[in-house]
């Protein structure tokens, strides 16, 4: 399979004629008046570019070909706009898995998973000073095979790092931000803690994703338990397996896991009720929206000359003309 056509280059009146990769679709009613009982598609078409809006104003042919999110289609089409770029789709089909090069539909880290690796070792060998909690994460981090799976892994399916690999970068980059927190409040926050908590906030997304699917699917559990829980429940049972752990230490740990997400109606159990917490899910956060920031900037300009387009979880389009690095300095007249 080749492909000619990628997200980024698509423009108004484009018309379309490539594979892309379904990462969500929703079937709409039509009112009652135009078309009672039928229904159309709204999807969310990627490749390793980025994503575009997609609407099938056939539903039935979605229904017939049993289409769901991680399926790779081919449209013809054109581009049209509708609060940004859209794709209407005229006809498709579906991929045969044989034909899928999975490398032109999953982005990876622009760093190295080694290399990121060995910075993640020396935050443990070289920060990390309270024993118990060192032993906490080696118990994860030195099976090799976890941590090759760790080093691959995404961390969502679509809002920030949703790449190969991102993961572990947002993993270090929330070590990051908590260490300058580290700086700022060197009596209030505790540096074992607080970096092993950075280390271990999204363990649990290793089995909320399914690795094998081309759209970083959800699992089953992932659906009805989440990662929260289930990275507490990773966590607990190495801490079930060192003796000698304390108690204090363990419960703060727990409930900086619990509350990282930050408030309930972002999917957080608890909110931070200890400053160790709140800091985690500030870094946290940081990491994501800047992500989020970085990629609206890489995927550039959108029907509006100067500013991308419409970004759903941002709630805004972001302005394209503030000065970047390494821009020359030109002297006020």
């Not at 929330?174 to 260490?179: D, I, K, L």
């Not at 700086?183 to 926050?189: D, I, S, T, V």
């Not at 399914?210 to 759209?215: F, G, K, T, V």
Request: hydrophobic share 40%.
């Amino acid at each position: 399979m080749k492909k000619s056509q990628f997200v980024k280059d698509l423009k108004l009146g484009d018309a379309v004629d490539s594979p892309f990769l379904i990462l969500e679709m929703k079937f709409y009613k039509f009112s009652q008046q135009k078309r009672p009982g039928e229904k159309f598609v709204r999807l969310l078409l990627a490749d390793n570019s980025g994503t575009i809006k997609s609407i099938l104003w056939n539903g039935s042919l979605a229904e017939d070909l049993s289409l769901s999110p991680g399926t790779v289609i081919n449209v013809r089409g054109e581009v049209g706009e509708y609060n940004g770029l859209q794709v209407t789709v005229n006809s498709l089909e579906i991929l045969p898995e044989e034909q899928v090069n999975r490398r032109y539909f999953q982005n990876c880290s622009a760093r190295e998973p080694k290399d990121m690796l060995n910075q993640l070792s020396r935050v443990m060998d070289q920060e990390i000073t309270h024993p118990k909690l060192r032993l906490l994460l080696y118990s994860f981090f030195k099976d090799k095979d976890f941590a090759r799976v760790f080093a691959m892994a995404p961390a969502a399916r679509k809002v920030h790092h949703n790449y190969l690999g991102g993961l572990l970068e947002h993993t270090l980059e929330v070590a990051e931000h908590c260490r300058t927190m580290l700086k700022l409040y060197p009596r209030r926050l505790h540096p074992s803690l607080l970096l092993t908590g950075a280390i271990l906030h999204d363990i649990g997304k290793l089995k909320e994703y399914d690795l094998q699917s081309l759209a970083f699917n959800l699992t089953d559990r992932g659906k009805l338990v989440g990662h929260i829980c289930m990275g507490l429940e990773m966590v607990q049972e190495k801490l079930n397996g060192l003796e000698g752990f304390p108690g204090d230490i363990r419960l703060e740990l727990e409930h900086m896991l619990l509350s990282h997400h930050g408030e309930k109606e972002w999917g957080a159990p608890e909110v931070p009720k200890t400053l160790n917490a709140y800091a985690l899910f500030h870094a946290d956060l940081v990491s994501a929206r800047l992500n989020q920031f970085s990629g609206l900037l890489e995927k550039g300009q959108g029907v509006e000359p100067g500013w991308s387009e419409w970004d759903r979880l941002l709630a805004r389009s972001i302005y394209l003309e503030s000065p970047q690095p390494g821009a020359p300095v030109q002297a006020e007249d």
